[in-house]
């Protein structure tokens, strides 16, 4: 049925992706590029979590993770790893200030990268699930903040620009939810990642919830010349057709061959229901490949496991033959030092934590003493957003407001939704409407980042984000910040409809609508007007709760409400003898 609804629209953007057209609008015109080929003291190795015995003796006609069959053939030469000083992160102040962000220094708190490298012969670049941060998002000030596609690609043009051989592999991942605006985000992300020369990409658990029309607009390989980067072992859109989803893929660069392929584990196969989708027991699949990709006599075999780590265990152990896997079930920060495990055949454990905040990169030298290295890097503020995925994204927020423009909310599969607090206290009436009874918390109000909170989405961004309901939602009155979605009456930014007495962070924000409450102070019913003003007031452990709907661990990681309540603390009494 949904492939009927969208058959056409998708080949036309098949025939767009694949023949040099454009993703978006013609108004908005992007060119689309395929990929193209194109700390400093020893530390010991530190095992995996990811704890695998002994794996019975298994042999194949590729020597794992060796650069030529002669080398890294035994766990005593491969473990001969060196890694750049990497200093741990340290929590720093966070201070509103623009002052105190300007001094922010991100080498100083992350340390410095490839200090002390020669050019490798090989460098693979990990990055693990955005999770639909295709950017930094938050309070904590853009400089302090890591992630965000714009800075990668800049990472990758300085790569490119020391001429190393670049092997890059995502894991997939981009999205975590869905809707009209995920499958927008999910292409505009493929087609940066198209523009960084991306290698390999794997298929996550949540952009397998997404239309598979909107899939296989990314994932159908249009000829040989040509292919798509997108991969799964054990999942096929619309069947297993190996030109609808590639089952590997295979890479050559400066003489090496790698081989990359991806799997979603049984467990996270239960959270998926899309009937468009086929998927397979992972272990099954992996074995009728491997003769395949064996055959390909690459140098090196990398799996993207998107599955818990119990279960990625269970699959590594099951082919010793994959020197690399690429844990997608990660701690929030990748480690400082690599994750090798030696029972049997040698085996690195990739992890990349969580949105897209860093990557890692596994580099391969001719040296005796120093064979392999390894990099944490953090996509900190040390990277300026390069300007190709910065105009990408400005397609991405044009194209918002285009189908907000058109059909409103619905166009982007949200809808409006009554208050919590609608039935008691009506619709939302704006914070001006409150300074004439409540001069004092009005004037802390307006001195506070709240008041300006609207200024960062139009001012500060770029390009404005002034139409996307994920940065809106913690920003105006009458949304609900954490699930994104407008209640009735509160801010819109539909064509014809804008509230703009509704923008930034406002009275109502915390207490709820304001509408009765300011109808029954003109009036004279004393018992209708003590009922309102008990309603409106906030506890001390309300509002803590209130706060933590927008500043929470994604957005203001380093949040502190005891700090921050002293700038925006207002209080005034329900009744005089109240403490």
Known sequence: MRFSQYSSCCFCFVLSFFCGGTLFSQENKIELLRPQDNAQANVPVRKSPLTI?????????????SEKPSQISSPSNAAKIARTSDSPERTSQISETSEASESYDPIAVNGEYFVGWQKPKLAMVFTGPIAGYIEPCGCAGIEQMKGGLSRRATFFNELWDKQWPVIAIDAGGIVNKFGRQQEMKFQMAATALQEMKYDAVGLGKDDLRLPATELLAVTITASAKNP???TSANVGVFGFDPIYTAPYRVIERNGYKVCVTSVVGKTWQSEISNSEIKMADPVTKLKELLPAM?????????????????????????FPEFGIIF?????SEPPLTPQVNQDGRVQYMIETGEKGKYAVVLAFFDDEKEQVK???????????????IVSLMGVYQKNIKRDLDANGFAALGIRPVPA??????????GSEKCVSCHEESYRVWKKSKHAQAWHSLVETS????????????????GWNPKEMYPYISGFSNEKEKITDHLTNVGCESCHGPG????????????????????????????????????????NSPDFDFDQYWTQIQHKELLDPNEE
């Open 53 to 65: 015995s002994s794996s019975p003796s298994r042999t194949s006609s590729v020597p794992i993770l």
């Open 228 to 230: 798509s980067f997108f």
């Open 294 to 318: 064996l055959r390909e006599k690459a140098h090196y075999m990398v799996l993207i496991c998107h599955a818990p780590v119990a279960e990625t265990n269970k699959i590594a152990k099951a």
């Open 327 to 331: 844990c997608v079930d990660t701690p």
């Open 374 to 388: 390894y990099q944490r890097v953090a996509f900190d503020s040390r990277y300026k957003n390069a300007g190709t």
């Open 420 to 429: 919590p607090e609608a039935e008691q206290l009506g619709r939302f009436v």
């Open 462 to 477: 770029v390009p404005p984000r002034i139409y996307d309901p994920e940065c809106v939602s913690c920003h105006v009155v």
């Open 515 to 554: 509408e009765k409450h300011c109808a029954a102070e003109v009036g004279s019913n004393t018992e209708l007007q003590d009922k309102l003003r008990e309603t409106l007031h906030i506890t001390p452990s309300a509002s803590k709760k209130l706060c933590y709907m927008c500043h929470d661990l994604d």
